[in-house]
C-alpha cells in the first residue's frame, strides 16, 4: 500500500536558519504530493502541492520539487522565521483505486528560536 | 474564505456516554473525511464520504463509532459508548466536487474529547 515517511521531530533551528524537512513515499499509482502545516489548536492547512514529476510547489517561502527518481518531496525554506514554528505534513493523493486515498505522514514538529 | 466548521470545539464526557460531533463541510464541497488524531497514533482516517455515501470506513471502530451524512451540509461522527481510549482530536475535511487526487483537503479546527 501507500506510504509517507517523514523525519521525526522535534527540529529547532534558530531564526533565519535554512529548513530542510525530508520526506519520500511509496506509491502503486502516479500520486500528486502535499505539504500541510498545523499550528496550535488548529486543523491542518494546505501549504503547497505538486501533481506531476518535477513540478515545483512554493508559498509563503517554502518549496518542495516532486522527484519521481528519488520518490522524494521535501520541503525547504531559506530563512525560517518564528511564526514558521508548527507541525508539518507530508502527504500523497493517490485517486488510482477510483476514489481519493489520501495518506499522512507522522508530522514533523518545528520550533524556531529568536 | 470558505471554513469548515466543526462543532463542538472541546467536549469533556464521562465513560459510557454517547458524543456526537458535527461537520459543515464548505458549500459545495461533496467529499467529506473523519480522522482521529492522537500523539501516539498520529492523524488517523476513520471515514469517507462521496455524494453523502461512505466509501470507506475501515478505520472505524464498528462497535461504538458510526459516521452519517444527513444531508450535503452536515456530517455526523457519532460515538456510544464512549471510552477513556477515545480521547483525541477529531477532524473534518472536504474537497471539492472535482475527481481526481489533486485536490487538497480543507479541514476544520477539530474536537477535542476527553473521556474521563
Known amino acids: 500500500g501507500d506510504s509517507v515517511t517523514q523525519m521525526e521531530g522535534p527540529v529547532t533551528l534558530s531564526e533565519e536558519a535554512f529548513l530542510t524537512i525530508n520526506c519520500t513515499y511509496t506509491?502503486?499509482?502516479?500520486?500528486?504530493l502535499f505539504w500541510y502545516v498545523q499550528y496550535p489548536g488548529e486543523g491542518l492547512q494546505l501549504l503547497l502541492k505538486?501533481?506531476?514529476?518535477?513540478d515545483k510547489g512554493s508559498n509563503k517561502g517554502f518549496e518542495a520539487t516532486y522527484r519521481k527518481e528519488t520518490t522524494s518531496f521535501h520541503l525547504e525554506k531559506g530563512s525560517v522565521q518564528v511564526s514558521d514554528s508548527a507541525v508539518y505534513f507530508c502527504?500523497?493523493?493517490?485517486?488510482?483505486?477510483?476514489?481519493?486515498?489520501?495518506?499522512f505522514g507522522i508530522g514533523t514538529k518545528l520550533q524556531v528560536i529568536p | 474564505d470558505a471554513r469548515v466548521t466543526q462543532t463542538p470545539r472541546h467536549k469533556v464526557t464521562e465513560m459510557g456516554q454517547e458524543v456526537t460531533m458535527r461537520c459543515q463541510p464548505i458549500?459545495?464541497?461533496?467529499?467529506v473525511f473523519w480522522y482521529r488524531q492522537t500523539m501516539m497514533q498520529g492523524l488517523e482516517l476513520l471515514a469517507y464520504?462521496?455524494?453523502?455515501?461512505?466509501?470507506?470506513d475501515s478505520g472505524m471502530p464498528k462497535d461504538r463509532f458510526s459516521a452519517e451524512m444527513p444531508d450535503a451540509t452536515l456530517a455526523t461522527l457519532k460515538i456510544q459508548p464512549s471510552e477513556p481510549r477515545d480521547s483525541a482530536v477529531y477532524f473534518c475535511?472536504?474537497?471539492?466536487?472535482?475527481?481526481?487526487?489533486?485536490?487538497?483537503?480543507?479541514f476544520g479546527d477539530g474536537t477535542r474529547l476527553s473521556i474521563l
Open positions: 475535511a472536504s474537497t471539492g466536487p472535482l475527481t481526481g487526487g489533486n485536490q487538497p483537503q480543507h
Open positions: 506509491a502503486t499509482g502516479y500520486p500528486s
Open positions: 505538486a501533481t506531476k514529476a518535477d
Open positions: 502527504a500523497l493523493s493517490d485517486a488510482s483505486g477510483g476514489y481519493q486515498k489520501v495518506t
Open positions: 458549500l459545495g464541497h461533496n467529499t
Open positions: 464520504f462521496r455524494n453523502r455515501a461512505p466509501l470507506d
